[in-house]
């Protein structure tokens, strides 16, 4: 029954304000000094091409009646021109008008200056702000009528966003105090739009919540759109940039559009509950950057019409999916409340606009009073969540406490077996250490063996070298020794016949036989023979001397310290040793520089030389003996502190995949039982501990180059 009551008196109203307004002249008197020009109250003639003149317009007889609550053409390429009639029934000479739309284009007001002529004042967001007769985002004009005088005045408008031409007329106090009080609504709605915005991001810094960012940019996004659409913008920051007075109104509805997307996006958690909806909600995000760029590109009316396109389809969408959303989420429930206002605030806007509620104050600024209203309850929905968060943070916890008892009453069941099972893989584990102590045990005997068998190689092959070099010697004085002995005998014989001269008579007989026996023994040939085998046994003992000395200066048995030496001796050692190994095809060339003394483990060091020398020469043995070989050594200094020495062949050279692996230990490419593949090791470690380097070159049949780098003190870096 109520709401039956209600729908009738809302009728009757509509019908009573239609009626009152469809006289064809608007007439202000003292009881009624401001009224809204609606319905028949003003004609419009449309002019496709924009090139009629007010003589022209004046002559024509195609206006027609607006038949709606107040002057709305939407997006129209026309020009309109607008004529109305004006009566002052109030002792007041002056009336003003006041268009309260100030996103038009261009307007010019025509009004009578006697004769049947008319001036013009031209207006309008792409005009010289400074030429507005009165300084207001609104277009105010005087309207020079006479106490109880009527005239006709014109307007000519055009815009590429949507027409509409809300007229207040009244006299000069009622018009002041109207645009004081549409001031008041806008200051309003700033202040609580600011107020909202530095709220939220002391939350926002407080929470570190990125849903209180994206609400801070939706606020801000809203209130720069109500702003440009209420002119406020275009009258106190930009309205001498044409580019952003054609701008803003449609990058204010781009950036309210995806400001609103992302914000609902974030609040209600799309992309976790709702993966469908959140693909759409990007297509919308998408469309509003194509809608932008229409706009960068000078189609304002395709955008502005794009972008209403879009907030419609939005705002349906956003209802929807909050609907379906809040049977589950008492967030969304939040929201939805505060979108419906906003909605309804739309609704009864576009309603008034249409005429089927009357054009007041409150349904004027319906559109800030709905957004602010929106902002405050979304603002009371965000506070809310952290209340949701605290209660769903209690009720984990405790959860987990439920949880945490569960598991230590499991832990304590579990704790016997664990205890028994731990101690079998205790024992187990005590078994299999155990086992590798003794394969450790083994492994370390068995390394011991090879490391000592490759000792004994390297002493086998050393002392195979000095018995031959030792043998030849010594063969010298065995060799001399009996040739000798005869040649004694024969001077002893010689000297006996002398001695027996003293018991012959016969002197001369005696001389004759023993210049006889003189010339059998050949007695010159005897001196000769004498000399030559002294010389070969001092030959042979000088030979010995310097294969001992050698196999000293190898050893070194008698320094096991540190030693400053000469490297180009422990070389010659080395090849006086290996003398017996050099193939008959291979030609040793020493090509020493001036090194002077370094210090160094002597006997290490040779044994390094030995290593790469057996290796060298074995790689050109492998080659035969047809062909020349060359084995050169060469020294010199690097940077004043390092001795650097190459062992070069021409033997057969290592593939890349060898020349990796020949300082790993046990590697070898000899047959099994002919080496033990710790010999490069070996050498690796000895220069290694000399703080030195070895680098190989080689490439298969070209042969291998060793570079040592030895720095002169034992402490010194390497070179690189």
Not at 277 to 302: D, E, N, T
């Amino acid at each position: 029954m109520k709401r039956h009551l209600i729908i009738s008196l809302v009728l009757s109203l509509l019908l009573c304000s239609y009626q009152a307004a469809r006289a064809d002249t608007i007439t202000i008197t003292p009881q009624q000094p401001l009224q809204l020009a609606v319905y028949g109250q003003m004609e419009y003639l449309l002019d496709p091409e924009g090139s009629l003149q007010i003589n022209d317009v004046l002559a024509s007889r195609k206006f027609q009646p607006i038949d709606k609550q107040i002057p709305n053409f939407a997006i129209t390429p026309n020009t309109v021109w607008l004529r109305f009639t004006v009566a002052n029934q109030t002792p007041e000479n002056t009336l003003k008008l006041d268009i309260t739309y100030p996103i038009l284009d261009k307007i010019d007001y025509y009004f009578p200056v006697g004769d049947g002529r008319y001036g013009v004042v031209q207006s309008g967001d792409l005009r010289p702000f400074k030429q507005r007769p009165y300084n207001h985002q609104n277009f105010v004009f005087d309207l020079n009528v006479p106490s109880g005088g009527a005239k006709t005045f014109l307007f000519r408008i055009q815009s590429k966003e949507p027409i509409l031409v809300p007229t207040y007329i009244g006299t000069e106090r009622e018009i002041l105090a109207k645009l004081n009080n549409d001031d008041l609504f806008l200051a309003i709605y700033i202040g609580v739009i600011l107020v909202m915005i530095f709220y939220n991001i002391f939350i926002f810094f407080t929470t570190r919540d990125w849903s209180y960012f994206y609400y801070i940019f939706y606020i801000f996004t809203v209130g720069f759109t109500q702003v440009c659409l209420q002119g406020f913008g275009y009258r106190y920051w930009w309205h001498e940039n044409r580019f952003l007075t054609e701008q803003s109104v449609q990058w204010g509805g781009v950036l309210s559009g995806i400001g609103v997307l992302l914000f609902v996006k974030n609040f209600l958690h799309v992309k976790e509950r709702a993966p469908r909806a959140h693909k759409l909600f990007w297509f919308f995000i998408i469309a509003y950057c194509g809608a932008l760029v229409l706009s960068l590109m000078g189609q304002l009316s395709a955008a502005y019409g794009l972008i209403d396109l879009l907030a419609l389809s939005v705002v349906i969408f956003i209802l929807i999916f909050g609907i379906i959303q809040a049977r589950r989420y008492r967030l969304a429930r939040i929201f939805i409340a505060a979108w419906f206002v906003f909605i309804s605030a739309i609704i009864i806007f576009v309603l008034k606009d249409v005429g089927v509620i009357p054009y007041n104050m409150f349904t004027s600024h319906i559109l800030l009073i709905g957004s602010a209203v929106e902002v405050v309850l979304l603002s009371f929905a965000l506070a809310d969540r952290i209340n949701t968060y605290k209660k769903e943070k209690e009720e984990s916890q405790a959860h987990a406490l439920k949880v945490s008892q569960e598991n230590e009453q499991l832990v304590r069941e579990q704790n016997v077996v664990l205890e028994r099972k731990v101690n079998e893989r205790t024992q187990a584990l005590q078994k299999s250490n155990n086992e590798l102590n003794v394969a450790l045990t083994s492994l370390k005997e068995a390394q011991t063996q090879l490391v000592e068998k490759e000792k004994m190689a390297s002493l086998g092959q050393l002392t195979a070298g000095i018995a031959h070099e030792i043998n030849n010697p010594i063969n010298f004085v065995t060799s001399n020794i009996k040739p000798l002995k005869l040649d004694i005998e024969d001077i002893k014989t010689l000297l006996h016949k002398y001695d027996q001269l003293e018991q012959v008579p016969d002197l001369q007989h005696a001389f004759r036989e023993i210049a006889d026996y003189k010339k059998q023994i050949d007695i010159d040939y005897i001196h000769e023979e004498i000399s030559d085998l002294i010389k070969g046994i001092e030959d042979g003992a000088v030979r010995t001397a310097e294969i001992v000395k050698g196999l000293r200066t190898f050893s070194r048995l008698d320094e096991s310290d540190v030693k400053s030496v000469d490297l180009h001796e422990g070389l010659d050692s080395t090849l006086v040793l290996l003398r017996n190994n050099i193939p008959p095809n291979v030609k040793v060339i020493k090509q020493y520089g001036d090194l002077p003394k370094i210090e160094c483990y002597a006997g290490k060091v040779n044994q390094v030389f030995m290593n790469i020398i057996t290796n060298a020469l074995n790689a050109m043995k492998s080659k035969g003996t047809h062909t020349e070989e060359c084995l050169t050594i060469t020294t010199r200094q690097e940077n004043n502190n390092t001795a650097v020495i190459s062992i070069r062949d021409t033997g057969s050279g290592m593939t890349p995949e060898v020349k990796e692996k020949i300082f790993d230990p046990f590697f070898t490419t000899k047959d099994v039982g002919e080496g033990t593949g710790l010999g490069l090791s070996i050498v690796f470690s000895i220069i290694e501990k000399h703080n030195g380097r070895i680098v190989v070159n080689t490439a298969p049949g070209e042969g291998a180059e060793f570079v040592i780098y030895l720095p002169f003190k034992i402490t010194s870096q390497p070179t690189t």
